[in-house]
């Protein structure tokens, strides 16, 4: 059974450095790490996710000295280093392995380290309710401590870039493809008499995906000569989505109708209306309006004091959002999928909490 803590300390041979800025940054792990030892709780909670995961995983062989040895409490302050690092899954693993003081603050020490695709594995599951759990234990150990009133409670919404490409037209055709055949693929692996025996086309929608991107950032004599360069690449690339989805039903036919309408000139008086019409019916439609003028009741009760201190109150929040996207990395999401998405915002969140405490 894997240890929830690796207790096992060992010698320190890392010469002590001089330089003011080297001492900050240590002296930030190592109230980071007084905050972990002194609340066991957090590691308990972590390990729920992955004390099976951890099972499965290389288990230490005394004849192997490359097997890796690791806790799901070196697993969290792995996560921690990533977050306040900055780094991918094969960065933070490599500047795990080459510092001798990470290696200490992960519990690691002269142990190999693990790899980054077992990292990420096991990261991946640890639930966003977990993180809930590991940020509520925190808070509630700050407010015991004194170091939090809990009190007043700042709110605010904001929004993470997801790591998505631009949806253009070319594009949605090319991914509409490729996931097509993919789906083609598995029916045939499940029986062939399902589908059509005809040859998938991956590689020419690509080279016309490529194409038209390119020739739409080049340079041409204007934007008429422009769209009449691009119309024989999308005529190719629509006419090879319309036989594939003729397999797949009238969802997809619907979608390569609407983008076939864009791309073609006469038909744009029309476009309008029948692309909302379509989707209304396939797509939820979502629209934030913009707000109007203010009224005279509105100027009046947003001149008042006390609404103006709640404003102020509420903008504190606007610090707290700006350091998670700018320092903790939430300005952008590499993660697939919401539940992996919210993970990443409570180990976020997390990681935050844990530097307002060490600065309290």
């Given amino acids: ?25 240590y002296a930030k792990y190592q109230r980071i790490d007084a905050i972990l030892t002194a609340q066991p709780q957090l590691v308990d909670l972590i390990h729920r996710d992955v004390a099976e995961p951890l099972e499965c995983e290389r288990a230490p062989d005394a004849a192997n000295e490359d097997c890796y040895k690791c806790s799901s409490e070196t697993l969290l302050r792995i996560v921690i280093c990533q977050i306040l690092e900055g780094c991918s899954l094969r960065e933070i693993v490599v500047r795990i392995d080459d510092s001798d003081f990470l290696r200490r603050f992960v519990r690691i020490h002269n142990d190999p380290m693990i790899d980054y695709s077992t990292f990420c594995r096991l990261r991946n599951r640890i639930t966003p309710q977990t993180w809930k759990w590991v940020n509520d ?58 589908v059509d ?35 024989p690449l999308y005529a190719q690339l629509i006419l090879l989505l319309h036989k594939l989805s003729g397999w797949c039903g009238d969802l997809v036919r619907d979608a390569v ?22 989707m209304r019916e396939k797509i939820e439609l979502v629209a934030i309006g913009k707000k109007g003028r203010r009224s005279a009741e509105e100027r009046q009760r947003e001149s008042d004091p006390l609404f103006r201190h709640a404003q102020r109150f509420r903008a504190g929040v606007e610090g707290t959002i700006s350091y998670l996207k700018r320092v903790l990395g939430l300005a952008r999401c590499y993660l697939k999928g919401w539940t992996h998405y919210a993970a990443a915002v409570g180990a976020a969140v997390f990681v935050h909490n844990l530097m307002v405490l060490i600065r309290a």
């Fill in 1 to 25: 059974m894997r240890p929830r803590f690796n207790n096992q300390m060992q010698f320190r041979f890392q010469l002590v450095s001089t330089l003011k800025i080297t001492e900050r940054y």
């Fill in 137 to 194: 234990a925190l808070a509630q150990s700050a407010a015991e401590q004194g170091q939090i009133s809990g009190e007043r409670t700042r709110l605010d919404t904001t929004a993470v870039e997801t790591n998505i490409h631009w949806p253009c037209d070319s594009s949605l055709l090319g991914d509409g493809y490729r996931t097509l055949a993919r789906l083609v693929e598995c029916m045939r692996s499940l029986d062939p008499h399902l």
């Fill in 257 to 278: 109708d609407q983008i076939a309408r864009r791309t073609y000139p006469e038909a744009l008086r029309d476009q309008v209306a029948k692309c909302v019409g379509v």
């Fill in 197 to 231: 025996g005809r040859r998938l086309q991956r590689r020419k929608v690509k080279r016309l995906v490529q194409q038209i991107g390119r020739r739409s950032r080049g340079r041409c004599a204007g934007a008429e000569a422009r769209r009449e360069a691009l119309k």
